[in-house]
């Protein structure tokens, strides 16, 4: 019986953290054969991730240069991977998500007449500018996909309102399956060394590019005067590695001794500094997903979210990035028991860990009646 060729392409961190079970499952099925193909766009970030899943890509296409735009991204990834995709010559192409690259990937494999398989399809906040590119590529990926695996039923009926009627199964998300290879009950980091064993910690994570500038000091600023109020209370924030965000962050918490500003951080470092905080706050996608299966409250650190059966859950709230919101939510989730409670128990609906398994299958299904 002929294998079917599957090429998965991703680049960043948090894709690698949710492509890797997929591509671990992959390489362990024998009705697979697996290409994997890395756009090198964070790599040593990425490499960390490879590393706990045990992964060497086939091809890294090494696309990122300093400063480099969306369209400069787009253009070097199809321009290096158009000669891969007819060399291997997939049956199908997997994309994660919402990245540039990911959609330029979808682009090339169309270009070729490869079949898309999109990881996490579906998901919508209905602007496009917010997240800003995320939110168009994912659509347009989802325009010129094949096979959509939509993370849960409202990511599934989004896909439909938007006429995408066929290919779609609902998964669970991966982010989920990589618990699995992260979480160790026996874990320790240097940073908690530094922390109180008898203190509360926040986990905070802030990035995105649509909360860079005004937006991001004023954050700092909300969740500094709640904290600093709290004697009892620590934050560990790995700091981006871009220059607009370490700047600021340093400007604002860089002095404070209950904020510990760390470099970014492995994934099973991060999974695990996440089963050991008491709340996170993050405009993190990834994380409004993985969080809640950990028990943890996340505070939305965006106005909008393409997560919103979390936020319908009770496992997130969206906070903004306004200083009053922002330092208002924060106090009410450590002042109030009942809303941690509440919160933290909440249902998480994001899936049961099986994602990958029920990804592979649906390819099979799907090979076998092509």
Known sequence: MRKIKVMSVFGTRPEG??????????AEDDRFLSVVVSTGQHAEMLQQVLDVFAIRPDYDLKIMKPGQSLTAITMTTMSRLEPIVQKEKPDIVLVHGDTSSAYAAALTAFYNHVAIGHVEAGLRTWNKYSPYPEEMNRQMIDDLADLYFAPTATSAHNLRLSNHQQGITITGNTAIDALHYTINEDYHHDVLNEIDPHHRII?????RRENWGMPMAETFKAIKHVVDQRPDLEVIYPVHLNPKVRDVANAILGNDPQFHLIDPLDVVDFHNLMSKSLLVMSDSGGVQEEAPALHK???????TTERPEGVEAGTLKLVGNHYDEVAAQLTSLLDDPAEYQQMSQAQNPYGDGHASERILDAIASWAAAN
């Open 17 to 26: 953290i949710k492509m890797g079970p997929v591509v671990r499952a992959l």
């Open 203 to 207: 986990l905070l994570t802030m990035h």
């Open 297 to 303: 409250p996340v505070l939305v650190l965006r106005d």
